[in-house]
């Protein structure tokens, strides 16, 4: 749906573009409109099904976060600050590894240094002799989360920080909207009552 969205409203900005400034294609434009705010509309309401029905199996998603080198990236940017090794190698020598691990039922909580030591050895004829724990940490999904407190990261803080501003920005699109329906009732009652008085003066 999001792309969707994208695409119809670029659409409509190409619809709107006109050399005479006026908004010539609106019988163009209404129908890809409505039609975006209905699918919109849609899939608030489906969200909101899933949302308030949804059963958080903690234990379940930590497994599975962690089970399919998703962790991979995670890895090879420790191997650059550890080792200041060019990213293009770090990620070499994960994919390796990765490589390897997938074809022996490996497990990413269960690489060791030593596989480490052997997937870099093939790529750069070196050893990076990264400590166990380091690896642990860069292959442990929670830990990630926990400590990736970049701008719009997947930490816990920068989440939180994320969500109460997009909640204030919510707060403050729905008083606009209630403003601008109140314009609009305040602008149809006026046009009632000049219609009347117009009417009455025709008679």
């Given at each position: 749906m999001a792309a969707?969205?994208?695409?119809?409203?670029?659409?409509i900005f190409a619809q709107l573009k006109t050399q005479s400034e006026q908004l010539g294609d609106l019988e163009a434009t209404g129908p890809v409109a409505w039609r975006s705010f209905d699918r919109a509309q849609a899939v608030v309401r489906l969200m909101k099904g899933?949302?308030?029905t949804l059963k958080v199996k903690r234990d379940l998603m930590?497994?599975?976060?962690?089970?399919?080198f998703t962790q991979a990236t995670q890895l090879a940017e420790t191997i650059v600050k550890e080792r200041n090794v060019a990213f293009r190698t770090a990620h070499r020598i994960v994919g390796r590894l990765v490589k390897r691990c997938i074809d022996q039922n490996v497990?990413?909580?269960?690489?060791?240094?030593?596989m480490l030591d052997d997937a870099s050895m093939e790529i750069t004829g070196r050893s990076l002799n990264m400590d166990a724990e380091t690896i642990r940490k860069s292959m442990d999904a929670k830990y990630i989360i926990k400590n990736r407190s970049i701008l719009g990261g997947p930490g816990k803080k920068e989440v939180t920080r994320m969500m109460k501003e997009r909640l204030l920005q919510a707060e403050k699109s729905k008083d606009w909207v209630e403003?601008?329906?109140?314009?609009?009732?305040?602008?149809?009652?006026?046009?009632d009552t000049l219609t009347k008085k117009i009417m009455k003066?025709?008679?």
């Open positions: 969707e969205g994208i695409g119809n409203t670029m659409t899933i949302l308030s930590y497994e599975r976060a962690g089970a399919n497990l990413p909580v269960e690489v060791t240094p030593q403003r601008q329906r109140g314009m609009v009732k305040s602008a149809k009652a006026l046009v003066k025709s008679y």
